[in-house]
Structures are given as structure tokens and as C-alpha cells.
């Protein structure tokens, strides 16, 4: 079992609908929960992060945490052609200090 | 502000050759990050540097790959002998001191290797 398993995608979703990424952990333990945004050919950059379990806005972005259930999603309102890329998760394992990424779900917004 | 900065942006060697990638860190950011990414998947640590000292190098394929990070700057990563399945990105990150658990990496670009 990956420690961080992501669908693949893509997920195809038209222009202002919104868009569900979801995302799995493998370690219980884990603290701390991330989003990073990656277009193609580009390097990935942080969009979210969640420590607690719930919800967390920013804009039109909305992280959603449920640790008994070892999820985190995000969600996009609203989306555009430029959110088109390759959303990654990333989680902090207990008592570790480093990002554990999984493989990442692309996103298409068509017009 | 200067992002992290990478080279050589891209890189075709034959295996069995030496070839080594350069990083810069963001200025002031104490611990740095190499990462491997693969086409379609995500990054996977290979080292991490906190100032100069290899904190986490679990992941590091000792036989071939090395890193350094003299001074606690900037760092270098090699490869010897390239073999074809090192063909990937290869990515450096920093992050500042006060945030090692927010988990907000910046990447410099990446090193794109090819191994024919």
C-alpha cells in the first residue's frame, strides 16, 4: 500500500463547476496535510495546507481533512482553463520531518 | 526575492557517465531538499539538509548517488555511473527555518536528466 494514493486522473470537469481531488494516507499518524499545484513542465508550488480536521477556505479553494477516515480533499469552485495541471498531495508521517507526495491527479477544465 | 536555482536545466548523457547537478538555495533557508520525480508520479526525497548536515538520507542510493552541501549553501548532487533508470527530474527545495512542519517547499525548476 502507498503511504499517499492519489487517482490519477484525469479529471475532466467544464469551466465553473467544481472540482473534487481526493487523496488517501496510509500512516495514522500523520500531522500535517498539503496541496501542491503542478503544471506541466513546470515545478510543484503549495496552494493549501490542513492541520486539523474540517474544512479550510482560501479563495476559491477548499481543503477538507477527516482524520479518522485518513482523507484529505480539496475542493476548486469556479474553475478555469488556467487551473488545468496536476494537483499533488503531500503528508507529514508521524514523527517524521519530511513530505511524502503521492503520485498526483490531473486536472482539465475545458472551456 | 530569488527563487531556488537549478542547472543544468537539462542534461543527455550515455550510462555509465558521471554527471552532476547543481542547486541554490533560497537566501536564508536552512534546509534543503533533493527530490526524484519520475514521469506521472510525484517527488520522492532523496536527501534532506539541515544547514550542512544530511539529516535524512534514507532514500539515497548510496552506491551511485552523493550530495553535498558545503558551507550550508548551496549543494550538489551526482550521479556515478548514470544508469538508464536515473532518467528523471531531479528537484531542489528549501524551506526556511521556522517552518519545517508547514510543509511549504520552494522548488528551483528542476534538473531534467536523460541517460541513453
Known amino acids: 500500500q502507498k503511504e499517499v494514493e492519489q487517482n490519477s486522473g484525469p479529471l475532466s470537469v467544464p469551466e465553473g463547476a467544481i472540482a473534487s481531488l481526493n487523496c488517501t494516507y496510509s500512516?495514522?499518524?500523520?500531522?500535517?496535510f498539503f496541496w501542491y499545484r503542478q503544471y506541466s513542465g513546470k515545478s510543484p508550488e503549495l496552494i493549501m495546507f490542513?492541520?486539523?480536521?474540517g474544512d479550510k477556505e482560501d479563495g476559491r479553494f477548499t481543503a477538507q481533512l477527516n482524520k479518522a477516515s485518513q482523507y484529505v480533499s480539496l475542493l476548486i469552485r469556479d474553475s478555469q482553463p488556467s487551473d488545468s495541471a496536476t494537483y499533488l498531495c503531500?503528508?507529514?508521517?508521524?514523527?517524521?520531518?519530511?513530505?511524502?507526495f503521492g503520485a498526483g491527479t490531473r486536472l482539465a477544465v475545458h472551456p | 526575492e530569488a527563487g531556488v536555482v537549478q542547472s543544468p536545466r537539462y542534461k543527455i548523457i550515455e550510462k555509465k557517465q558521471p554527471v552532476a547537478f547543481w542547486c541554490n538555495p533560497i537566501s536564508g533557508h536552512n534546509t534543503l531538499y533533493w527530490y526524484l520525480q519520475n514521469l506521472g508520479q510525484g517527488p520522492e526525497l532523496l536527501i534532506r539538509y539541515e544547514n550542512e548536515e544530511a539529516v535524512d538520507d534514507s532514500q539515497l542510493p548510496k552506491d551511485r548517488f552523493s550530495a553535498e552541501r558545503l558551507k550550508g549553501v548551496d549543494s550538489t548532487l551526482k550521479i556515478q555511473p548514470a544508469e538508464l533508470g536515473d532518467s528523471a527530474v531531479y528537484l531542489c527545495?528549501?524551506?526556511?527555518?521556522?517552518?519545517?512542519?508547514?510543509?511549504?517547499?520552494?522548488f528551483g525548476e528542476g534538473s531534467r536528466l536523460t541517460v541513453l
Open positions: 527545495a528549501s524551506s526556511p527555518r521556522d517552518s519545517p512542519n508547514t510543509g511549504e517547499l520552494f
Open positions: 500512516d495514522r499518524g500523520s500531522q500535517s
Open positions: 490542513i492541520y486539523s480536521n
Open positions: 503531500a503528508v507529514t508521517p508521524g514523527g517524521y520531518n519530511k513530505l511524502i
